[in-house]
């Protein structure tokens, strides 16, 4: 099935750092979402966008939905070490049972 | 709020036995997917039902059985486990209406030898 392409897949950043990452889709979605998985835990919802050119926050995670609806940018300010895991961006079109057509994930792991 | 919850979190089968994955939520949410992941092939959708009594195939549902017989429940059937069904299982769920973003469950960790 369809993957949406996720860069960096990996990155390592020294703590306090800033962290930017996108995904891009050559096909629109409608809604874009943004999920962290640590190891051996499920994936965890961070940030959920509806409209393009929508920027939402949550704490020091910045999400924006792209102008296009065919990417979507997460930054995430001042790391710490907690922010390692895996990072998923997800799109979906309503109207499809909401399926979710998933990125392939950027790895991040953070130096003290 | 417990959220999705899913049984066991760990299992180790034979080939050729058989066995049920519960996955529970208690958010009212009409939408629950089932899906797998492998590591290099991210998480690949298994079946997943839009209510209760309702159920459809996703990406990859051969080997697979489910049932949505209460809203709150979606059961996840191996009839005969494989090799190749050794994988991280995991539930989610979704409001289905104006919001639909999925919450996802913990994990079942599935071992078949």
């Known amino acids: 099935g369809q993957q949406l392409n996720q860069s960096p897949q990996s990155m390592f950043i020294q703590e306090g750092e800033d962290v930017s990452m996108n995904c891009t889709s050559s096909?629109?979605?409608?809604?874009w979402l943004w999920y962290k998985q640590d190891p051996g835990e499920g994936p965890v919802l961070l940030i959920a966008?509806?409209?393009?050119?929508e920027l939402t926050s949550n704490g020091r995670l910045t999400a924006q939905f792209g102008i296009t609806r065919k990417d979507s940018f997460l930054n995430i300010s001042a790391s710490i070490p907690s922010d390692v895991g895996i990072y998923f961006c997800?799109?979906?079109?309503?109207?499809?049972?909401?399926?979710?057509?998933f990125g392939t994930g950027t790895r991040l792991q953070v130096t003290l | 709020n417990a959220g999705v919850t899913q049984t066991p979190k760990f299992r180790v089968l034979k080939t050729g036995q058989s066995m049920t994955l519960l996955c529970a939520q208690d958010?009212?949410?009409?939408?629950m997917y089932w899906y797998r992941q492998d590591p290099g092939m991210g998480l690949r959708l298994i079946h997943y039902?839009?209510?209760?009594?309702?159920?459809a195939k996703g990406e990859v549902p051969d080997g697979y059985n489910v049932s949505r017989l209460k809203k709150q429940n979606f059961l996840l059937g191996l009839e005969s486990a494989a090799p190749s069904q050794t994988s991280v299982y995991f539930c989610?769920?979704?409001?289905?209406?104006?919001?639909?973003?999925?919450?996802f469950g913990p994990g079942t960790r599935l071992t078949v030898t």
């Open positions: 958010m009212n949410h009409e939408y």
């Open positions: 997800a799109g979906l079109n309503t109207g499809t049972a909401s399926k979710l057509t």
């Open positions: 966008l509806y409209k393009a050119g």
């Open positions: 096909s629109i979605f409608n809604t």
């Open positions: 039902s839009v209510g209760e009594g309702t159920t």
């Open positions: 989610a769920s979704s409001y289905g209406y104006l919001l639909y973003e999925q919450y």
